[in-house]
């Protein structure tokens, strides 16, 4: 959606909206923190975000990186910022292409500032020289597919301090087809009010959004405000000169100060206010929660239960496989190259294949350093079951299949999980069943208002080769549950009566027909097989080779069953747990040794569910 479009509704609305600027950090591992951050910074509910350009484009596959994992994978509107600076025209031909492939439909043209090594602005050969030539140039390339933000300067330049002629050059960049303006930072209400005003006087009368930089230290503050060279009230200086010593104390003064000029702009009619985060989100929400303009819960728009995808032709995709829950990532990237997405029900859509899990970088995140300080250095089974236990419980933020802390959706389930973990049957994907709840519910809701949604019970575990005979033996016996089970080498079993889908979410609401945004079907289970015993190995070679936990998880992954289990009746608030009533095993700190013809664990049996020696 066009930002123009969604300062418009806001216009409309009467509701002040914000959103949040980021930049390309310059390592992996740094790149992979801001993802995480930029997706819980998401439950903020930003209008949009943008991302910036290094000068000369320097940054620039970095850059539409990041548009493309913001916009696709975790569903947020996004700008692109685009500079003339050392930018050679085949280099902005390539960047639009890029963004328009993203689905990215907004793009910030700015002149740039001139390379660290140049003292002066230099166009380069064949390139753009003014802010107001790079617009025309996208509008006439690709027409009003983006929507083009240029900036405002309420407080001058580094190289013009005439007010009024920024002015006319802003309102030529307007002109050239600019539909909305983001300034520079400016912490003086005064001045900002006046710039507006000036502006409207000139004729320019799209959406004005002002550049709000918190305050995160003392000294970052001074830095900035020198290098912009933008007025600081000398009431700021008097409050926040006897802490600068105290970064929390700073923080918190700062953010009373940005607040209340907020609050002063948004009383002049500001509807949008733009913050440049500096990547860090404390002292962005300590300034949002003051203005009291966080969205509750229910506010935020979840068109779907899962993160809904911006990325080019996937706005109306409204049906995916479960297994992807904790890792929406993977999944977009993994089915990227599809001409179409399903949407109303899992058809044909699926024949492509799902993308190959080394072409798409779909292996484990982070280091194998920061991978062994997260989930230890196990050597049993029982330390295996610990982790998840731990994980269950909200000490492990995240597991090698699941990226973020473990759902609030859970609560309800959450002893059977911790319950089952600690029998070291491992559970990996759950939701609990519901039975019409609210579509505004806090928890489960989703979609359009006053609705109702619906979802079976489903339990994704990683199962022993002791137990599983059992457990497919105990689930054939209920004919409510249906299930998937499959090893490492792609031996599957099932009792379902096909390959088609089996809707486990829907929801029924007024004056449409009934969605079913998730299923469970073979082959996108066999895609996500792929993917857990790969991430299950790459959480092995974190590991030496030669050490009991590389040899323990390699084990685990080459010997035991992956089963996702659905108990249809979504009626039964029991669900699927009484499944494993007695099932467990009973020697946990026992080491796993490698197989000898086809005997484990030295002659370990399972009786009756319960493990004997």
Known sequence: MHISHKLAHAQEAGKPTFSFEFFPPKTAQGVQNLYDRIDRMHGLGPAFVDVTWGAGGRLSNLT???VNVAQSALGLETCMHLTCTDMERSKVDNALKEA????????????????????????KEGGFRYARDLVKYIRQQYGDHFDIGVA?????????KDPDLLTQHLKEKIDAGGSFVVTQMCYDADIYIDWMKRCRAAGINVPLVPGIMPIHTHAAFLRRANWTQCHVPPQWHEALEPVKNDDAAVREIGADLVAEFC??????????????????????????????????VAEIEKPLPWRQSLGLNRRDENVRPIFWRNRNRSYIARTQDWDEFPNGRW????????GELDSYNIGLKGTNENNRKIWGEPTSIGEVSDLFVKYMQGDVDCLPWSEAPISTEANVIRDHLVELNKRCILTVNSQPPVNGAKSS?????????????????YLEVLVSPELI????????????LTYYAVNMHGDLKTNTPG????????????????????IVETVSFLAWKDEFYRLGMDWAHCYDASSPSRHLITSLMEDWHLVNIVHNDFQNPDGIFPLFDGLRLSSTDRKIQPHTNGVTNGDISAVNGELKN
């Open 64 to 66: 539409v990186d990041m």
């Open 100 to 123: 328009y492939k993203a689905g990215c439909t907004n793009i910030l043209a700015l002149r740039g500032d001139p390379p660290r090594e140049s003292e002066k602005w230099v166009a």
């Open 152 to 160: 405002g300067y309420p407080e001058g330049c580094d190289d013009e």
């Open 263 to 296: 609050r002063r702009l948004l009383k002049a009619g500001v509807l949008n206010l733009h913050f440049y985060t500096m990547n860090l989100a404390q002292a962005t929400r300590m300034v949002l929660e003051r203005l009291e303009i966080l969205p509750d």
């Open 347 to 354: 058809g044909d859509s699926r024949s492509p294949a799902f």
């Open 441 to 457: 519910h806090k928890v489960y809701g989703w979609g359009p208002k006053n609705g109702y949604v619906y979802q079976k019970a």
């Open 469 to 480: 005979a059992e457990v497919i033996t105990r689930i054939e016996r209920d004919p409510e």
């Open 499 to 518: 390959d088609g889908p089996n809707a486990v979410t829907w929801g029924v609401f007024p004056g449409k027909e009934i969605v079913q945004p998730t």
